[in-house]
């Protein structure tokens, strides 16, 4: 339970950082690319205003103003800044006819002309007047007589984002390693108070049903040797009788504490066989109360188990079933091998257990009729005694309600 809680506790932890980390990358890269991109497409708009088709050499073209004497650039774009002259732009001059009027490549040469051109065409051709093809931005713009297919090399510029972002999953990666191991201490942390009170509980139990043994079994000897003196006694029969009830919950009560507390001595078992002799006196209990006990037990299904725990759960889902079952039903005893679990199955009509309490059943002196106080010496215990004894064959026990019935289905590995 704890071990579960625990791994809970760290799954949260890690889920939660795991989160901030990629929503911080995202945030972080998607407005670091979303800024190149402008920046890119502000000094490709620029390299292309500064573009004039009568600068014949493969130097950096030179601004020309226009006929009006200004440059249409961008609002606050330096086309003096370093930025701006250290990268590399390519442009290709198209005429409408589809002619290559002029390509101006730097030297030395990355991409060839040919390889400008047949990228420029197929851009001129395209709906797009931006965008990147490979490690290329692009700008396409029409000069008025020709169109001009500007290029900027962002090949640099992707490695280091590409290292960068490599180093950051690295070192994201050791550091969710560490966190991990600094969750793990914090859950353990977390939970031990939870455990050191959950051992004490479970020892003040063990200790008072042995405190109670004793005094149970002084006033049921008195009360007997009263009984043969004085005879038939109304008051001694009150005594005796509510005696009885505490006997029962004190041994119930003990069971409890053996079964959480006392690891079982593991054999092999052969389960059908254990489960179909524990049935036959249920047979004859089940008739009294005018039901029908049917078995459906395949054969040679085997665990590796304690035969006296066994035994006991099956006794218990069986008085479970006969007890809260209608008159006039069947009960239905069932046991299958599935997916390597030795399935074990009790179905019997009965009230419809609500959703919200099927878990809560196996809790310790938990009752669904909570208007019947033990009357019937039953003490919310049989269940949470079965739970413990299915957790200590690393199985599990649960409780389904459905179309009138009410079914408890317990699970133990197969052999």
Not at 17 to 31: A, D, F, H, M, R
Not at 61 to 75: E, S
Not at 343 to 357: A, F, H, R, Y
Not at 402 to 414: K, N, R
Request: glycine share 6%; net charge negative; aromatic share 8%.
């Amino acid at each position: 339970m704890f071990k579960k809680s625990r791994r809970k506790i760290v799954a949260s932890i890690m889920c939660i950082l795991v989160l901030l980390w990629v929503g911080t990358l995202s945030v972080i890269y998607t407005s670091s690319y979303l800024e190149m991109k402008n920046q890119n497409n502000r000094m490709l708009k620029a390299h292309a205003e500064m573009y004039t088709l009568q600068q014949s050499t493969n130097q950096f073209p030179v601004a020309r103003p226009r006929p009006d004497g200004n440059l249409n650039l961008n609002p606050g774009f330096d086309p003096d800044s370093p930025k701006f002259r250290l990268s590399t732009f390519y442009s290709v001059a198209v005429s409408y006819e589809g002619e290559i009027l002029d390509t101006k490549n730097n030297s030395p040469a990355v991409h060839t002309d040919d390889d400008l051109c047949k990228l420029a065409q197929h851009i001129i051709n395209g709906e797009k007047t931006s965008g990147k093809e490979n490690n290329l931005a692009y700008y396409k713009v029409d000069k008025g007589g020709y169109i001009l297919v500007a290029f900027m090399d962002n090949t640099v510029v992707n490695e280091s984002a590409m290292t960068l972002f490599r180093y950051t999953l690295i070192f994201g990666a050791v550091a969710m390693i560490l966190f991990f191991f600094v969750s793990v201490f914090l859950a353990k942390k977390i939970v031990k108070p939870l455990e050191e009170s959950y051992q004490k509980q479970k020892q003040f139990i063990s200790d008072a049903g042995h405190e109670l043994k004793t005094p149970v079994a002084v006033v049921s000897a008195n009360a007997e040797l009263l009984s043969r003196e004085l005879g038939d006694n109304q008051w001694l029969q009150n005594i005796q009788y509510e005696n009885e009830r505490m006997g029962t919950l004190v041994s119930q009560l003990l069971q409890l504490a053996r079964t959480e507390n006392v690891t079982p001595q593991m054999e092999h078992v052969d389960l059908s066989r254990l489960i179909f002799g524990e049935a036959l006196p249920f047979e004859s209990v089940a008739f009294e109360k005018g039901l029908t006990l049917k078995s459906d037990i395949k054969d040679n299904i085997c665990v590796c188990g304690d035969s006296a725990q066994l035994k006991q759960i099956v006794a218990i889902l069986l008085d479970n079933a006969i007890e809260h079952s209608k008159e006039n039903c069947d009960i239905q005893l069932k046991l299958i091998k599935e997916h390597g679990f030795a399935t074990l199955s009790v179905i019997n009509c009965g009230d419809e257990i609500p959703l919200e309490e099927c878990h809560r059943i196996f809790e310790r002196f938990y009752r669904v009729d909570k208007a019947r106080g033990g009357d019937d010496k039953h003490y919310g215990l049989g269940l949470a005694i079965a739970k413990a004894i299915a957790t200590s064959h690393k199985g599990h026990i649960e409780a389904l309600c459905y179309d009138g019935l009410v079914e408890f289905i317990v699970q133990i590995p197969a052999l």
